[in-house]
């Protein structure tokens, strides 16, 4: 009796687990951590993030859905199942205003199929409508964007 | 006896994890030493004050960076939304002013130029002279590629990018990089300047259609294929492409000969 008891416990608490597990994933499946490396050196870290493809654009919400980077303007090809995009143009939409800001250099990685797939020539994977942003401006500074699409619209 | 397995287990897990959390902080292996009594002898070596690098180190992070903070609020951007001062234009795209106007010595077009793998600062060739005679073109067909307009991209159409040299055709060669320089080309008075391909580009999977091979421009009789932005690139002649100069269309990456 006892032993069943113990038995049914351990079930309960393997299952509590795996639901901790599962519901923590699920949450930070449609997010991603934007890091925005400074011209003086200084960092900041944004997780929480929000994906989203609209368009032919990228839009990076900040956690508190004020600030929106939009990324618009590239040139796309396939590597395999991945996209990789050169974009030429960014803009910062706060306030509803859109900002542009001086572009230098960039590379945007996608991954639009149901697998997950490695960069080429490296061992990182993408998952699944995973997202990889490493864009440089024009006074320095650097923003690595890595995460989930968490929606695509048209 | 099945309790005392669980237990163990139990006490094993807690035991692991605890050391998994004191391994990355690095700390209590550090200052271990510290504590350690010092040997009678070596008194003055204990005075010293050992044990303040360990706590200092085991504080600071791994690499002299800034700490990393994390923010929940809107990116921070400040610095870039700023009104550009002039020197912040976008990349010169145009040719500097020796290589436009200044008619050429005889001399300069005789020479090879610089030697390959002289870094440079990554620019647009000059605007180029257009073949005359367009009826003459011909089109080598792509002969791994049959498709539709851009079929070879899915049906996604390829838009140069004007911040990197052949609007990013060739690889991601951003015009504010300084890069190896693989061949130059003396025509018309002009210098065009050419730099290595880069793989998985869609200039690469032309290369690989054809069969061609890349090499520094220079040298006659090759191949020398023109891409979009005012790029080229030069390969070694082949069974499908010969010696002269083509033109790329990106819609079906195929050469078309001038």
Same mark, same amino acid.
């Given at each position: 009796?006892?032993?069943?008891?113990?038995?049914?416990?351990?079930?309960?608490? &393997?299952?509590?687990?795996?639901?901790?597990?599962?519901?923590? @994933?699920?949450? &930070?499946?449609?997010?991603?951590?934007?890091? #925005?490396?400074?011209?003086?050196?200084? #960092?900041?870290?944004? &997780?929480?993030? #929000?994906?989203? #493809?609209?368009?032919? %654009?990228?839009?990076?919400?900040?956690?508190?859905?004020?600030? %929106?980077?939009?990324?618009?303007? &590239?040139?796309?090809?396939? /590597?395999?199942?991945?996209?990789?995009?050169?974009?030429?143009?960014?803009?910062?939409?706060?306030?509803?205003?859109?900002?542009?800001?001086?572009?230098?250099?960039? @590379?945007?990685?996608?991954?639009?199929?149901?697998?997950?797939?490695?960069?080429?020539?490296?061992?990182?994977?993408?998952?699944?409508?995973?997202?990889?942003?490493?864009?440089?401006?024009?006074?320095?500074?650097? /923003?690595?964007?890595?995460?989930?699409?968490?929606?695509?619209?048209? | 006896?099945?309790?005392?397995?669980?237990?163990?287990?139990?006490?094993?897990?807690?035991?692991?994890?605890?050391?998994? +959390?004191?391994?990355?902080?690095?700390?209590?292996?550090?200052?271990?030493?510290?504590?350690? !009594?010092?040997?009678?002898?070596?008194?003055?070596?204990?005075?010293? !004050?050992?044990?303040? !690098?360990?706590?200092?180190?085991?504080?600071? !992070?791994?690499?002299?960076?800034?700490?990393?903070?994390?923010?929940?609020?809107?990116?921070?951007?400040?610095?870039?939304?700023?009104?550009?001062?002039?020197?912040?234009?976008?990349?010169? *795209?145009?040719?500097?002013?020796?290589?436009?106007?200044?008619?050429?010595?005889?001399?300069?077009?005789?020479? *090879?130029? *610089?030697?390959? =793998?002289?870094?440079?600062?990554?620019?647009?060739?000059?605007?180029?002279?257009?073949?005359?005679?367009?009826?003459?073109?011909?089109?080598?067909?792509?002969?791994?590629?049959? =498709?539709?307009?851009?079929?070879?991209?899915?049906?996604?159409? $390829?838009?140069?990018?004007?911040?990197?040299?052949?609007?990013?055709?060739?690889?991601?060669?951003?015009?504010?990089?300084?890069?190896?320089?693989?061949?130059?080309?003396?025509?018309?008075?002009?210098? +065009?300047?050419?730099?290595?391909?880069?793989?998985?580009?869609?200039?690469?999977?032309?290369?690989?259609? +054809?069969?061609?091979?890349?090499?520094?421009?220079?040298?006659?009789?090759?191949?020398?294929? $023109?891409?979009?932005?005012?790029?080229?690139?030069?390969?070694?002649?082949?069974?499908?492409?010969?010696?002269?100069?083509?033109?790329?269309?990106?819609?079906?990456?195929?050469?078309?000969?001038?």
């Amino acid at each position: 009796m006892h032993d069943m008891k113990f038995r049914t416990l351990r079930l309960y608490s &393997a299952g509590a687990l795996a639901m901790f597990i599962a519901l923590s @994933s699920s949450i &930070a499946i449609a997010k991603g951590t934007v890091r #925005v490396d400074q011209h003086d050196g200084s #960092v900041q870290r944004y &997780a929480g993030s #929000v994906i989203r #493809v609209v368009g032919d %654009t990228i839009r990076v919400f900040s956690p508190d859905n004020r600030d %929106t980077l939009i990324i618009s303007h &590239a040139a796309c090809s396939y /590597i395999g199942e991945i996209q990789r995009c050169l974009p030429y143009r960014i803009a910062f939409r706060r306030n509803g205003t859109d900002h542009p800001i001086g572009f230098d250099h960039g @590379s945007v990685y996608l991954n639009l199929s149901a697998a997950a797939q490695s960069l080429p020539r490296s061992s990182t994977e993408l998952p699944p409508n995973g997202v990889l942003v490493f864009v440089r401006t024009a006074r320095g500074t650097s /923003i690595a964007v890595h995460g989930t699409i968490d929606k695509v619209t048209p | 006896m099945r309790r005392f397995v669980c237990a163990a287990c139990i006490a094993l897990t807690i035991a692991s994890t605890t050391a998994a +959390y004191a391994q990355p902080r690095g700390g209590g292996g550090r200052t271990a030493p510290a504590q350690r !009594p010092a040997p009678a002898q070596r008194s003055a070596p204990a005075q010293r !004050p050992a044990p303040a !690098p360990a706590p200092a180190r085991a504080a600071m !992070p791994a690499t002299p960076q800034m700490p990393v903070a994390s923010r929940t609020g809107g990116f921070q951007l400040n610095r870039d939304l700023a009104p550009a001062p002039q020197r912040m234009a976008p990349p010169q *795209r145009t040719a500097p002013p020796q290589r436009t106007a200044a008619p050429q010595p005889v001399a300069a077009v005789q020479q *090879r130029g *610089r030697p390959n =793998g002289t870094q440079i600062a990554v620019r647009n060739n000059p605007p180029r002279q257009m073949p005359g005679n367009i009826a003459t073109r011909r089109r080598i067909n792509n002969p791994s590629f049959h =498709g539709s307009a851009w079929g070879w991209n899915r049906g996604v159409t $390829w838009n140069a990018a004007p911040t990197y040299w052949g609007g990013g055709f060739w690889g991601a060669l951003a015009f504010s990089a300084a890069a190896a320089l693989f061949g130059e080309l003396m025509s018309s008075g002009q210098t +065009y300047e050419s730099y290595a391909v880069y793989p998985d580009s869609p200039g690469a999977t032309l290369l690989a259609n +054809y069969q061609l091979m890349q090499t520094p421009c220079g040298p006659p009789d090759l191949v020398v294929i $023109w891409g979009p932005e005012g790029s080229l690139i030069c390969a070694i002649p082949n069974d499908i492409v010969g010696t002269g100069e083509y033109d790329v269309d990106p819609s079906t990456l195929t050469l078309v000969s001038e």
